[in-house]
């Protein structure tokens, strides 16, 4: 018999370090600091430094005066006390999807959306049990809609490449125009976009009502360094109107509300939800949730596997093509689980570059959160922000977590799920599943399967590609300099 586990160890209580400065002044400093003069990296790290090394600490995060009326929040910045934020009976989730400011819902015709809701309003189970119903609904197209998509991208790389020997390849504008259609078809019973009225502008749309809905959470640092106060006011000072994005909007309202039968259907008839409120939903789910998160992050897992080198690109080749011919040429779910490297990429891109970098909630009664090697009492009310990128990069948890290691989750205690554990991406443990009465991500197991899909894509075509990285406020822009023809298959 097993010896029963452990209680977790007594740590010491301590207060939390850290201040937040004079009112106005202190959140106006650090929002400066945060988005211009040291990056959101340095600004955490930096102040684990200057308070003794804590990973708990009181700062102030973006926006700021005059878009947010309060910055202030507990940073919880490592693994151990991360997980709290998933704990709903001591978090509350109302309004805290962009942290500290909530878009007006102006922006979601006059409604907040399910990714708003706190998991205690009767509506948020109503509207979540709506969206995992009809993703199971579709189970069986995942696979062969999204290799649809995938073909006709790189088709467009392909032919980009024919038509010159010196072409660059930018991949963030074609795997954007891959994944609107994708999402665009899946919930409008298979409908080509560029056939509707939204035509080949959907995801043109979608970046300008998302951008003025994230502006006040992000810095686009346009300008030099030292002019940085002049973009910070025009961009973090007042929240942008609707009105400048009413047209975008009504256009994707009108084409989902016009060809999402089976999904708006099945909102009405099953779940009791009027017709427009799950219209509204479905815009925000199809074009925030789920363009926004792709969007970051296909980029990302390419950049990463790309300058992985020639040993991961013969690795994922020869498993890939051994595992596919081994299921008869096709892939298939039994096929993509079988494929253990390719897997492990894909949680290895979620670890050490999440497409959302942090989390938050607000504490709903007095409590102690834990890092690993000490404990701090949260009050009711206070705010608790998650910064992703740390957590997931915890050097307590991970060996080398700067790196980039495609095998890090292959056999050992990565196939065990002892490391999934701590992989936070989708608001919840990756080896946790989404329910309606929690806030993971309800998409979570379709994301990982999409993004390894996309791995066997490339690596059926080709053996190997080089690719140029530039920075951008969110995620990475990718040019693809070089691909190399499959030699074998």
């Not at 119903?133 to 579709?138: M, P, V």
């Not at 991949?171 to 080949?200: A, H, W, Y």
């Not at 199809?286 to 013969?314: C, D, E, M």
């Amino acid at each position: 018999m097993s010896p029963p586990p452990s209680s977790p160890p007594e740590l010491p209580l301590k207060p939390i370090p850290g201040s937040y400065g004079l009112p106005f002044l202190g959140p106006m400093r650090d929002r400066l600091a945060y988005f211009y003069y040291q990056g959101s990296d340095e600004y955490f790290a930096s102040r684990i430094r200057s308070h003794n090394h804590s990973t708990v600490i009181r700062t102030n995060m973006p926006p700021g005066p005059f878009v947010a009326a309060d910055s202030r929040v507990v940073a919880l910045l490592d693994a151990a006390s991360f997980p709290v934020l998933f704990d709903n009976s001591k978090v509350e989730k109302m309004n805290v999807l962009d942290g500290t400011y909530a878009p007006s819902v102006d922006f979601t015709g006059g409604l907040r959306m399910l990714a708003f809701l706190d998991t205690r309003d009767p509506k948020h189970a109503l509207l979540k049990s709506l969206v995992m119903s009809f993703l199971a609904s579709k189970r069986d197209v995942f696979i062969p809609l999204f290799r649809g998509s995938l073909s006709r991208m790189f088709q467009a790389i392909d032919g980009q490449f024919a038509a010159t020997a010196t072409a660059r390849v930018n991949f963030n504008g074609l795997s954007e125009e891959m994944v609107f259609g994708f999402l665009f078809r899946l919930f409008c019973d298979g409908k080509d976009p560029s056939e509707t009225e939204i035509g080949t502008r959907g995801p043109v749309h979608v970046d300008k009502w998302n951008a003025l809905q994230v502006i006040p959470i992000t810095a686009p640092r346009l300008l030099p360094k030292c002019l940085s106060f002049i973009e910070d006011f025009f961009l973090h000072t007042f929240p942008f109107p609707f009105s400048l994005v009413k047209s975008d909007y009504s256009k994707l309202y009108a084409a989902f509300n016009k060809h999402a039968e089976t999904f708006l259907d099945r909102a009405e008839s099953n779940f009791g939800i009027p017709r427009a409120e799950a219209c509204h939903n479905l815009v925000f789910i199809a074009g925030f949730n789920a363009y926004g998160g792709f969007k970051p992050f296909f980029p990302s897992l390419i950049k990463w596997v790309a300058n992985a080198g020639h040993k991961l690109h013969r690795q994922l080749a020869g498993e890939i093509r051994v595992v596919v011919r081994g299921h008869g040429g096709k892939v298939t779910l039994g096929a993509l689980d079988a494929m253990t490297l390719t897997k492990s990429v894909v949680y290895e891109a979620l670890r050490i570059e999440p497409p959302i970098p942090f989390q938050y909630g607000r504490a709903r009664e007095d409590m102690v959160v834990r890092s690993h090697d000490a404990a701090y009492e949260v009050k009711k009310g206070e705010m608790l922000f998650g910064y992703q990128s740390f957590a997931t990069r915890d050097p307590t948890i991970f060996d080398r977590p700067e790196e980039f290691v495609g095998d890090r989750f292959v056999g050992g205690r990565g196939e065990k799920k002892l490391l999934l554990r701590d992989v936070y991406w989708s608001n919840g443990r990756e080896t946790d599943d989404p329910t309606a009465e929690n806030k993971q991500c309800p998409a979570k197991d379709l994301v990982v399967l999409m993004s390894r899909v996309l791995l066997v894509e490339l690596f059926l075509r080709y053996d190997g590609l080089t690719v140029e990285i530039e920075s951008l406020p969110l995620g990475s822009s990718v040019t693809i300099t070089s691909l190399n023809k499959a030699t074998s298959v």
